[in-house]
């Protein structure tokens, strides 16, 4: 039983190629693009993050933290491993 969600794809893909006269591939080509643009600013944030992080324990007061503190945070359960359990 179809819910509509491929009326609405093809509508949408109809919709497209009427206003922006661009077929599925150079859609796909542009959505493309658009991502490859954000990649350096995901790079510097990921180089800021990681500088900071990187010298956090080289501080002075690093040694006055507790050890919860220190440890950092709890790694979560993997989503597999805790499926095998329940299921």
Same mark, same amino acid.
């Given at each position: 039983m179809s819910d509509g969600s491929d009326d609405r794809a093809r509508d949408d893909d109809e919709w497209n190629y009427r206003a922006r006269h661009e077929a599925e591939t150079q /859609?796909?080509? /542009?959505?493309? %693009? %658009? $991502?490859?643009?954000?990649?350096? !600013? !995901? /790079?510097? @944030? !990921?180089?800021?993050?990681? @500088?900071? $992080?990187?010298?956090l324990p080289f501080q002075q007061r690093f040694t006055d933290l507790t050890d919860f503190a220190r440890s950092g945070p709890t790694p979560l359960p993997s989503p597999c491993r805790s499926y095998r359990r329940c299921c």
């Open positions: /859609r796909l080509d /542009r959505n493309w %693009a %658009a $991502l490859l643009q954000e990649l350096p !600013v !995901v /790079r510097t @944030g !990921v180089q800021l993050l990681t @500088g900071y $992080l990187l010298t």
